[in-house]
């Protein structure tokens, strides 16, 4: 509970990017306020895998970005990628915002934690 609250406090105060104590304090009652999530236990193994997944997908996006410049792209495709097993809705999200974030690469649909579907662009072989 008290990482949860943490977790809605520290985003509170990101979008409202103002650290004054009566900011502070209407974040903390509306972290309180916010109905709890029905997950199981948080597992902080996979949450540190997922942030530095994201961490390495940031420098990937840029090289990414920068290929698409210089060599377009001319082939899409689309395929599903299994969600790991015991994901949070939390997990899932990061997942999904990992995959969208790299500028070749958007989720179109997810099937109920089974699979992402995904939609890619590729250089066609010669």
């Known amino acids: 509970m008290i990482g949860d609250l943490v977790f809605r406090l520290s985003l509170w105060l990101l979008l409202t990017a103002n650290l004054s ?5 209407i974040g903390l009652v509306i972290s309180l306020l916010l109905p709890r999530s029905k997950t ?19 420098p990937q996006a840029y090289a990414e970005a920068v290929e698409l410049m210089v060599r377009p792209h001319d082939q899409e ?14 997990l899932i999200f990061l997942d999904i915002f990992r995959i969208t974030f ?10 109920d934690g089974d699979r992402y579907d995904i939609h890619q662009l590729q250089r066609r072989q010669r």
Do not use: F, M, Y
């Open 77 to 90: 495709t689309r395929v599903s990628e299994p969600v790991p097993p015991r994901r949070s809705e939390g």
């Open 40 to 58: 199981s236990g948080l597992r902080w193994k996979d949450w540190i895998q997922g942030l530095a997944q994201t961490l390495v997908a940031i």
């Open 102 to 111: 790299t500028p070749k690469t958007i989720v179109i649909n997810h099937h």
């Open 21 to 25: 104590l009566g900011n502070l304090l």
